[in-house]
């Protein structure tokens, strides 16, 4: 068994793409026909009359083989097709193969790292000389303008030999237990763990790329906006960030404490919040406690606006996915 022959079918060239004008590129096709069906993938490309990846182009010494695709000719068992591309590693855009690292086996090449930043409009409770969003009567609007944080996404490719998507799943949606890249516990957010099977240096592997999202949280002043803690202290709220959200401790009713007829004893109870005669069908900002806050003889809020916390996310440990760049 193994390969009987090797043809160059076709040839190509190109200068440029899109993201690099200068780039140069080579791509070839090869037929090659074995001595038996039974051949796989790793006799074709290992016959030694294949380009191998990192290999240069035999008339373009700077432009590299950057992929090596084996397709069994449909119809024809003994028959395989091989395209081949080169390009040059670096250019105006400097993006390609490092020579040295295309050497290495496929799991100990670098990673690759790109990032970018994105717009994520988050509701603030104040300006940012820290002016309260309210009305001239002093009374808090309804829809709180929104200011945007920019958040980077940072994107992470690299091979890797097992693929498990079980213990992928796992990770997706959490959130860094630790810090991770300089970024506080609960502020970077695995958004996606994408994978392709590929075929290199006579083997399968697993082309990976993990997303994930760094939000910085944003500290307000607690005269603004706080949250009541169990033992009646305040603490400051954020916006940004993942795992919590806050949202305005307000609504249409408040707790009294209310004579129970039937056993003469007081019952906390939930009751509509009544303006003179009449209910108040609009939120009213609450204490923490279920009862209103006071309004001083100028009609201002006579304390910062009550948050109350709730957990939307899970937090997990990044380390065993071992997300660190070669720099940092």
């Known amino acids: 068994m193994g390969v009987i022959w090797v043809r ?15 780039r140069r590129s080579h791509r070839a096709s090869y037929i090659v026909k074995c001595s038996s069906p039974s051949d796989e993938a790793i006799s074709v490309l290992g016959c030694g009359m294949i380009p191998t990846y990192g290999s240069p182009y035999p008339t373009d010494r700077t432009a590299y083989c950057q992929s090596v695709i084996p397709k069994r000719i449909e119809g024809s068992p003994l028959h395989w097709e091989v395209s081949v591309e080169w390009a040059t590693s670096c250019g105006s855009g400097g993006r ?7 050497q290495k086996a496929p799991k100990d090449r670098r990673p690759k790292w790109r990032g970018h930043f994105i717009s ?7 300006d940012l000389d820290g002016k309260k969003f309210a009305d001239s009567a002093f009374s808090p609007f309804t829809n709180t303008p929104t200011i945007p944080i920019y958040a980077d996404e940072i994107t992470i490719t690299r091979y890797e030999s097992v693929c498990n998507r079980q213990q992928d799943r796992g990770y997706m949606g959490k959130t860094n237990l630790d810090y991770w890249m300089g970024a506080e516990p609960q502020t ?14 006579g083997a399968y592997w697993f082309l990976y790329t993990y997303k994930v999202l760094v939000c910085p949280r944003f500290w307000l002043p607690a005269s603004i906006a706080s949250e009541l803690k169990d033992d009646g202290s ?8 993942f795992g919590y959200t806050f949202l305005a401790d307000a609504g249409p009713r408040q707790l009294k404490w209310i004579k129970d007829p039937s056993t003469n004893q007081d019952t ?10 009449y209910y108040d069908a609009q939120p009213t900002y609450l204490n923490g406690r279920g009862q209103p806050i ?7 809020l006579t304390s910062g606006i009550n948050y109350l916390s709730f957990r939307v996310g899970n937090a997990t440990e990044f380390a065993p996915l071992n997300l660190t760049p070669p720099w940092y």
């Open 120 to 126: 994520m409009p988050q509701t603030f409770y104040a």
């Open 8 to 22: 160059r079918k076709h040839e190509e060239a190109g200068i440029g793409d899109g993201n690099d004008p200068t």
């Open 234 to 241: 305040r603490r400051s709220i954020y916006v940004g960030g």
């Open 188 to 201: 970077a957010l695995i958004q996606d763990i994408d994978f392709e099977e590929v075929f290199e240096f």
């Open 294 to 300: 006071e309004r001083n003889e100028s009609g201002e």
């Open 96 to 102: 390609g193969v490092d020579p040295n690292d295309a």
């Open 268 to 277: 906390l109870k939930s009751v509509p919040i009544m303006t003179g005669d």
